[in-house]
Each structure stands twice: as structure tokens, then as C-alpha cells.
């Protein structure tokens, strides 16, 4: 009995001929282009998450005087909401300050009634009126937004804009 010797088939292709992967050129595009967009799209996330912050900020000090109002027609109490723009603040409910964040600065104030030096208060009555005016923020990214205290009807309003 005799063995016969078998042969293997060996097959072998050319180095860097196999259609199976990518080349490090075509990575490297593809890495720039995610770079470039990136450099595109970060800074537009970034602002408006600025805005984000100043919107919140204006959203939270309506919400204080409308419930400043809706206090002083409850109770029968005259109720106050200070607002100091060189600390940047505003104080209410009863001497609570609240500090705004560093990138938010009160702009302006039209109406209200001067309290002390650079202090500014608004009065809410009550019978729902209050002593009316306007107060405006702006954020670092040019964002602006004017809170409206209504005299009358003491209706409390928020808008996107900048004071005249």
C-alpha cells in the first residue's frame, strides 16, 4: 500500500488589493469632514443654549410677578418686587433675593417706582392693578427679552425684543 502525497491549493492575493476594507486616505476625509462640521454646528448648539438660559430666566421672573399679583389680590396685602440691576438681582416674596446668572444682565427698567439708590421697585395693589413699566434683559450673545407689567390690568407678560 502505497501513500500518495496530497497537495494543498494555496491561494494568495497581491498585499493591498483586497476590496474588503478602507484606506487610510479615505479615512482621514472622512474624519475632516466630521471635524469641519462639527466646527459648523457647535458654536449654533452653543448660542442657543445661551438663549436657552436667558429665555428660562425672563420665564422665571414673569412667574414671580404674576404670583406677586395673584398674592396681593388673595391676601388683600400690597406686595413688592424690587429690582436691583447693579447687582443684578431682584428681590420678592417677602425679602427673598434671587442673583441672575453672570450671563444675564437686567438692560433696563422703564416705570416702577425708584427705591434708594439704583433700586427700582413695582408694586402690585390689591385690587390686580399695579404700578405698570417695563424691565429688559439681554444675554452675552446678543439674546434680548423685555418682561411687561400691564398697570391696569396688571397682566404680566413676556416677549422676545429690546427696550427703546
Do not use: C, W
Not at 18 to 24: I, N, R
Not at 43 to 54: H, M, N, T, W
Not at 123 to 144: C, D, H, K, M, W
Request: hydrophobic residues 45%; charged residues 20%.
Amino acid at each position: 500500500m502505497e501513500f500518495q502525497e496530497e497537495r494543498g491549493i494555496i491561494a494568495m492575493s497581491p498585499v493591498g488589493k483586497d476590496s474588503a476594507g478602507f484606506s487610510l486616505l479615505e479615512l482621514l476625509v472622512v474624519l475632516m469632514l466630521i471635524g469641519s462640521i462639527s466646527l459648523i454646528v457647535l458654536p449654533a448648539i452653543d448660542r442657543g443654549l445661551s438663549d436657552r438660559e436667558v429665555r428660562r430666566s425672563v420665564l422665571e421672573l414673569a412667574a414671580v410677578a404674576r404670583s406677586l399679583r395673584s398674592r396681593a389680590v388673595y391676601d388683600g396685602t400690597l406686595e413688592r418686587l424690587i429690582l436691583n440691576p447693579s447687582e443684578n438681582s431682584y428681590e420678592a416674596l417677602r425679602g427673598k433675593k434671587i442673583l441672575l446668572s453672570s450671563n444675564i444682565r437686567i438692560t433696563g427698567i422703564n416705570g416702577g417706582e425708584p427705591v434708594g439708590e439704583g433700586l427700582r421697585q413695582f408694586l402690585f395693589f390689591p385690587n390686580g392693578s399695579t404700578v405698570g413699566g417695563e424691565i429688559g434683559f439681554s444675554g452675552q450673545r446678543g439674546s434680548a427679552y423685555i418682561v411687561r407689567i400691564l398697570p391696569i390690568s396688571g397682566r404680566v407678560v413676556a416677549v422676545h425684543g429690546s427696550l427703546l
